[in-house]
């Protein structure tokens, strides 16, 4: 295959897809084959060198965000189906009709357990920055507190104020840190979940 | 190997290969493949990742009438080389204990 070919089948496969997503991925393979044939390879060798490009367009879906993957994996699967002419047949279509009462509420309950997990993976986060703003606030509540007793001629009871503010503003970088590094493993999850969804989805 | 280990694993392998100076794709691929096994199509989602996660900046220059994109490491990069390294530093520890352990069973 020449490398005008390989590109366009890759453009081709990938209509539909984010624009510059689509051309970034397109330089970087335009620049492979171009470096190879600088090397000595001839344009056909050089296209074939990067392997299959089934699995080449499959990668780079994989990369593409989750929103568009659905969306064009639901267009091409419904293009086949009317290639096909496989159209649902009447019986499938009273079938799901008749069987509405029991995959609506199905659908509802499983489209809420998923709203649950969501909310769980951040509420603990969200409270832990909550906390550690509130901690951090009382910083200034110590420093009003304590001036307020030294000018009240009370240094001790000044310093045991400013003391405790600082405490809590101490506690606050602990919840802080803490609420950072459970941000991140969320998105970790979440992303994770997102790969798995994609790989499903393009069969990879 | 573990997909989510070997992902990580290349990360820092490109990320290495740009240490002693800026690269372009078939030059990392070139300097890396005696080392793991590396394609094409595996490098782009890593060089794409790095660049969004900053540990890489990249400009192009032209080359032969053409422009050529070049991949920098940043400091960000070279901080994610190092935590690499220590991770791994305590995974040989274990790594000897049992095998230390295998041995006087």
Request: charged fraction near 25%; proline fraction near 3%.
């Amino acid at each position: 295959m020449r490398k005008n070919e390989f590109l366009n089948e890759i453009r081709g496969a990938l209509r539909g897809y984010p624009r510059n997503e689509v051309e970034n991925s397109i330089e970087f393979y335009s620049e492979m084959i171009e470096d190879r044939v600088e090397n000595g390879m001839s344009e056909e060798q050089a296209v074939a060198s990067l392997g299959n490009i089934d699995m080449i367009i499959k990668n780079i879906k994989l990369d593409m965000p989750l929103k568009s993957v659905i969306r064009e994996t639901a267009k091409e699967r419904k293009e086949e189906r009317i290639r096909e002419n496989k159209q649902m047949s009447a019986g499938t279509i009273i079938l799901l009709i008749l069987g509405a009462p029991l995959w609506i509420p199905l659908l509802i309950v499983a489209m809420s357990l998923f709203l649950v997990f969501f909310i769980l993976l951040w509420v603990f986060d969200i409270v832990l920055f909550v906390v550690g703003i509130a901690l951090a606030a009382s910083l200034a509540g110590g420093v009003i507190g304590g001036v307020m007793s030294f000018i009240a001629g009370n240094p001790g009871t000044g310093i045991a104020w400013i003391g405790a503010g600082i405490a809590a503003l101490g506690l606050a970088i602990f919840l802080f840190i803490a609420g950072v590094g459970m941000a991140k493993a969320n998105l970790g999850i979440l992303g994770s979940m997102a790969r798995g969804t994609k790989r499903r989805m393009l069969g990879a | 190997m573990d997909v989510q280990l070997k992902r990580g694993m290349l990360d820092i392998c490109v990320l290495a290969s740009l240490l002693q100076g800026d690269s372009y794709g078939y030059m990392i691929i070139k300097d890396l493949s005696p080392h793991v096994e590396i394609s094409e199509s595996t490098l782009y989602p890593i060089l794409r990742r790095l660049e969004e996660m900053r540990a890489v900046e990249t400009y192009s220059m032209e080359h032969n009438g053409r422009l050529r994109k070049y991949y920098a490491i940043t400091p960000l990069g070279q901080r994610r080389i190092r935590v690499f390294l220590d991770e791994w530093k305590s995974m040989m520890d274990i790594y000897a204990y049992i095998e230390g352990e295998m041995k006087v069973r």
